[in-house]
Structures are given as C-alpha cells and as structure tokens.
C-alpha cells in the first residue's frame, strides 16, 4: 500500500487550477479536534423536526434508525448552531472532557 | 481623402448623417469612417460628427481639424458655433439656411464655394417634422460628388424600415433644390 | 462567405462575439459599457443567439457570474471598459488561477480621477499581473478577427487562460468603418465547441477554486506563471491557422517600415494606423523611421521584441498610461527591462501621449520621431516626457 502524499512534490504534478477531482476528499480532513464543546441530544424533549440536521454547517448532522438526530463528532466543531436552533432544547452544548 | 464636418445639435440626427454616408461610401466599395465628437452628448446642445471618405484604407485615426466640406444642420448654429472653423479654402460648406450663400459668406467670413438649401422646409413638408439630417445628405451630395444618391437606398431602407421612402424623397429634393455659388 | 460591411467597431465585436456562440455574456450594461454589451443584448433578445444574458448590479458580479458559468461548462464572455475593469479587479486573479476561459472585450478608457471616459490605457495597465492573456486591436477589422481567436485561444487544453482583448474607446468602439464579417460556417471551421477541463455537475463532483496553504502556494504560482509563457505556443499556432482561413495574419510584434530603421516608435492599440503615416512621411524624406505595434501584451513576447527592434539606435515608446511616481509609462518600463541585458541595446525614449483622449496627431508622431532623431548617437537622457503637457 502506498502513503498519500498531503501535497504533490513539483509543481508540474498540480492539477490544472488547483482542482480536485476527487469527490468527498475533505473527509480525510476530521474538524471534530476544533470543538472545545459538544452537543448532547436528549431525545426525551426531540420532536424529529430535522431543524438541527438543516442548520449544522458541517453536514455531521444525520438521521438515526428511530428517526432521531445525532452528530458524527469526528467531524463536529463544536459551534453550537445546532442547540441554539433546535427551539424544544433537546441539544444542549456540553463541555469536552479532559 | 475626403474629410467632413457635420454641426447639429443633440437630437438633430448628425451622427445618423454620418452614420448613412459611411455606409453608402463603403457600400460603394470605398473605405470610410463615421464618428461622434467623442463625449457625451447633450439634447440640443450643439455637437460636431465627422466622416472620412477614400478609395483606400484610412489608417488615421485623430480628429478632423481641416475638413474639405462642412455641413450644417441647423441654421441656428451659424453665429453660435464658428462652423467655418479649419474649412479649407477651397472646401465647400453646405448649410440649412433660407439666407443666400452671400449672406453666410459674409456672416462666416468664407470666401470659399457655399452652398444652400431649405432643409427644414423639406423636412417638415415630407417627413412632418424639422428634423434635416438625411434631408441634408442629398445636398451634400449634390454639391460634393462623395458618393452616388443611389448607394444611400440600402442604408437608408435598413435604418428607416417604413419611413425609408419618406427619408429617400425629402433628400432627393434637397438634392434637386441645393443653390450652388461661387463667392470668387 | 465573409462579407464587407459599414459597422460601428463596438456593434461588430458584439456580432463576432455571437458568431462564437457564447453560452452566457454577463454584463453590467450601463456606463461606463459600449455598445459591445448593448448590441449583444439585442442579438440575445432577438433570438438570435441562443445565450443567456445575465444583467448584473456590477462589474464584480458581471465577472463573477461569468466565472461560475466557465466553471458550470459555458462558454462565457464579458465586456467593459475603465471604472468597470477596476471593480472587477479582485476577481480577475482568481478567474486565471481556476483556467477558466472566460473572454473580456474592454474598451479601453482613461479610469477616474478626475472623472473623464475618453480613450487611454490606464484601465488595463493596473490588472497587468492578473494571470489573464492581453492583446489589442488595431482596428475594427482586429476587433473582430481577435474577438474568434480569443475564445479559441483560451479554451486550448494547453491554454484554459481568460483573455482580455484591449479595443481602443470611441477611437475604435465608436468608429463606423468597413470591415469584413466572417460567416457562421467560417467561424465553425475555426472554433470548436468548448471542451472544458471540468464543469460543476453533481454527478461528477469536482471541488474548483480550492484554499493553497503557504505549503502549496509558490507551486500554484510557478503554475500560473508558466501556463500563461507557453500560451505563446498556442496563440502562435492559432494566429497561423488564421492567416491561412482568412488570410490576415496575425504577429506577436508587428512591424512596420522597421528593416533598417535607426529610429523605431512603438505603439498599442490604435494609433499604430496613425503612426504610420508619420513613419511613411518621414521615410519620404529618407529618414530611416519606422514602427513597432505591440499586440501581445501578456504573455510578453520578448522574443518577438527584441527581433523586431534589432539594430535600431533609439526606440521610442508611447505610453498610454502613467506609473506615478515610478519608472515612467508601464510599457517603457518593461521595454527597459526586456533589454538590460542585451549589449547593442538602443536609447530608449518614453512619451506619454494619448491621456484621457488627448488627440494625438500624424504631426505629433513626426514630431517625437524627430525627437527620436535627434537622440541617435547621444547618450540617453532617460525618464520620460508628458508629451504635449502645458508648461
Ligand atoms: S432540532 Fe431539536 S427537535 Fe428538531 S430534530 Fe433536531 S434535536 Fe430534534
Ligand atoms: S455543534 Fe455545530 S458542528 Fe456540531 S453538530 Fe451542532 S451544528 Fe453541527
């Protein structure tokens, strides 16, 4: 198996106007290591609106089998969007544990 | 080389004027050009447009400041505007006027060939309105030769659609009515 | 069959540009734009060019909404002219950096302040490092000719550079001339439909426009740089097949009366016509003058230069537009230093002339290559002169 390169090593092997054509390569970049808080669902208080799964900037919002919502938090930031959105307060932002 | 000067004022049509000898000239097969006094331009304020006629390619590309002929759209402009500016002497200047050609020569201090024509008579009889610029295009052309009355047909037809034959009649009047005179 | 027409410069580019089939123009259509917008509105309207005509509240978005429509697969172009070019700046860099192939009709006008809208090159002399390819038209003939080559030029694979044709305002826009209008069937032969690298479809994600850390970014400029040097290659060749369709032939540097000629004045744009009649003048009285047109402006043809001046004692160069406060004009400046290294090199004389529309005069170019003269055999004076300035 062969490592990636983070970066091509000349100039020459860049891809025209910087693009990547590999589609979803921003997943090897894991954000969940910026967030200094996380959400915590209480699905007690959930009415399965998907408000929070819309809001989330990061796309780390998705639906479970029972149709409630719940972070991916290798990618979570932390920003807290979520909870401030999700009106009946089922998300509450709970600090990172040392 | 032929150079011309057109005065009118913003409204009048002068760079129509221009616009339809150009075309009628390289419709000919000659080279010319047509163009504005670049600028912005204001309704009724008095404007110059300028054509260049010749057989070959023009390559210059400054303003006119000696022109063979002067046209003059609107007889208001003389006294107002020194439309005899840079004319060569022996240039022609074709104006709008009910006055003699004596009387302008002697208004514009010109001693060079003058030639006159009622065009806002014409225009207003055939077109309805006092609007001289293509009027004024069958004087010019009687009195310069610079190109034919015909070659005026295609441009004059793709410009006024309708209004083409009223357009065509008032300038072959203006052609057939043009007073030529010598002051030397 | 191309036929000979009587047409306004600005209304022709307009008309070249519908006869490469644009998918898209995106344009702010007000002041300080010409015609080139105006007309092409109309062809849209008409039905006549199946395009879609994007109206947008600047010249930042017009350039915007052109760089997402390459990005999505269109063949897309824009026109505008001084304060237009100068709001569209910032985005300029980054449309060349994508490779995309968006074309840019400018009419070139003096930019603000104080106000004025004539003729000059001070809009495009400031983008002069945006990464896009630069040339200008002559005349109306050009405009159109460079307006087709344009769009095949920059979407070459080898290319995939945006290109701005430099048109001379009202000098060239506003003129009424004859030219010749290459038919549909002519303008298919020369360009293909556009290829591009990649569009912005959801069923082949691609990600364009993407951050470069300080890691990367040295790499990307290389890249930028030596993209727009090869692209030489490219216009070369398509200028070639261009001369053997239309039989108009296209050069880097032109030249003319230049063999032999001690003194050599050297123009853009427009005035190169002009020009010449001073050089056939002076050549007249057995003055050994000639002219030297730049046409290519990025990449700049060194090559090409130093060829076409060979042997002249004294090159003057007329600027258009003012460095303040720097070298002189921005073209003397390259000039200069295109030739630092080369022994022979001749004495180099900087006008400024043409400002904000200034007329300039078949006198005046006899009067500066007379200066030119005079400068032969003496050392040169260096600096540069606003040619004409009141005093
Ligand atoms: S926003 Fe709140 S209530 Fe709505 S689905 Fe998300 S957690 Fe449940
Ligand atoms: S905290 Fe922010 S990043 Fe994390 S799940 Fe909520 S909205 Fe998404």
Known sequence: MTTKKKYPEKWTELNPGCMVFEAGSAKAHKTGSWKAQHPVWDNRKCIKCGVCYIYCPEACVSRTEEGYYAADLEYCKGCGICAHECWPGAIEMKEEEV | MIEIRWHGRGGQGAVTSVEMLALAAIEEGKYAQGFPSFGPERRGAPL????????????????????????????????????????????????????????????????????????????????????????????????????????????????????????????????????????? | MAKRVGMEVAIAAAEAVALCRIDVAAVYPITPNTHIAEHLAEIVADGKLDAEYITVESEHSSISACCGASGAGARAYTATSSQGLMLMHEILPIVSAMRLPVVMGLANRAVSGPLNIWNDHSDIMPQRDSGWISFFAENGQEAVDMSIQSFRIAEDPEVMLPIVLNIDGFQLTHMIEALELPSQKEVDRYLPPFRPLATLHPDKPVSMGAYAFPDIFTEVMKVKDSVLIDSKKTILKAWDEWGKQFGRWYKPVETYKADGAEVLIMTMGSMGETASIAVDELRAKGVPAGLVKLRLWRPFPFEEFREAIKGAKVLIVCDRAVSFGGPGGPVAAEVKSALYNDAGRPAVLNFLIGLGGRDVTVENFKDILEKGVQAINKKPAGGYIFYGVRE
Do not use: C, W
């Open chain 2, 48 to 184: 110059a447009a300028f054509n260049r006629v010749n057989t070959h390619q023009i390559k210059v590309r400054s303003n006119i400041y000696n022109p063979d002929i002067v046209v003059v759209l609107d007889p208001g402009l003389i006294g107002l505007v020194n439309v005899a500016d840079g004319l060569k002497a022996k240039g022609i200047l074709i104006v709008n006027t009910t006055k003699t050609a004596e009387e302008i020569s002697r208004i514009l201090n010109f001693k060079g060939k003058i030639a006159t024509v009622d065009a806002t008579k014409i225009a207003r009889e055939e077109l309805g309105a006092p609007i001289t610029n293509t009027t004024m295009l069958g004087a010019v052309i009687k009195a310069t030769g610079v190109i034919k009355l015909d070659s005026l047909k295609v441009p004059i037809e793709h410009r006024f659609g309708k209004l083409a034959g009223r357009n065509m009649k008032a300038l072959k009047r203006a052609y057939n009515e043009v007073k030529m005179s010598n002051i030397n």
